[in-house]
């Protein structure tokens, strides 16, 4: 009787795992498929958009593509992370590929494919 509780318990809690991954996995899919924005640092700054996932800004408040393309309506400086490089998942509704970043002194910031 003993083995078999014990049995019971060890399958109760590798099923409670298998569920607990199984909602990690669907809560960073969702984000990766969402937005964020960071705002600005700085009062004469342009807030940065990444990509839900994104590592470097932990903010919460996932957007969606219409949120984004009404923030970049209303922010037409808003720069993208270099990091999580979000204007590739935006290219598919219709927003053209911002230009470099420029830095203080004048030149552009090198990122991923540029």
Request: a neutral charge; one cysteine or more; charged letters at 30%.
């Amino acid at each position: 009787m003993r083995w078999q509780l014990t049995q019971t318990d060890r399958t109760i809690r590798e099923l409670e795992a298998e569920e607990k991954e199984e909602k990690r996995r669907r809560d960073v899919a969702r984000a990766e498929m969402m937005w964020k924005i960071q705002p600005a640092r700085a009062v004469e700054g342009e807030p940065m958009l990444h990509r839900g996932g994104c590592g470097l800004y932990t903010g919460a408040g996932l957007l969606g593509a219409e949120e984004v393309v009404t923030a970049l309506r209303e922010f037409p400086g808003m720069t993208m992370c270099e990091i999580c490089n979000p204007w590739g998942s935006l290219a598919g509704l219709g927003i053209e590929k911002p230009p470099p970043r420029r830095l203080p002194g004048g030149g552009a910031v090198q990122g991923k494919g540029s």
